[in-house]
Nanobody
Framework: QVQLVESGGGLVQAGGSLRLSCAAS????????VGWFRQAPGKERQFVAA?????YYADSVKGRFTISRDNAKNTVYLQMNNLKPEDTAVYYC????????????????WGQGTQVTVSS
């Protein structure tokens, strides 16, 4: 059974930074794509970033967010810099076998989410 646990969310002022973590138990991330998604109130869950052997980003976060992995800790990170109020959302990590996808339905396992709030 795979479990993903996100952490690192919080309240930050615009222009600030946060680092989210996604820790996996039950298997390693090797061979799997890991994606970060976010969902704001009243909106659909949307793709933010993904990591396979390469990294992929939504246009809205490109240049501000960085996804990375620590294999020894079986953890994937999302470093978020220059945060904007429109980044406010619940952030989720998810995993799927093989290549990444921007489609939430392609992912098999999800974490419980962590709230990120950016004040103006």
């Amino acid at each position: 059974q795979v479990q993903l646990v996100e952490s690192g969310g919080g309240l930050v002022q615009a222009g600030g930074s946060l680092r989210l973590s996604c820790a996996a138990s039950g298997r390693t991330f090797s061979g799997y794509a890991v994606g970060w998604f976010r969902q704001a109130p009243g909106k659909e869950r949307q793709f933010v970033a993904a990591l396979t052997g390469n990294t992929y980003y939504a246009d809205s976060v490109k240049g501000r967010f960085t996804i990375s992995r620590d294999n020894a800790k079986n953890t994937v990170y999302l470093q978020m810099n220059n945060l904007k109020p429109e980044d406010t959302a619940v952030y989720y990590c998810a995993t799927k076998w093989g290549q990444y996808s921007v489609n939430t339905r392609s992912y098999d396992y999800w974490g419980q989410g962590t709230q990120v709030t950016v004040s103006s």
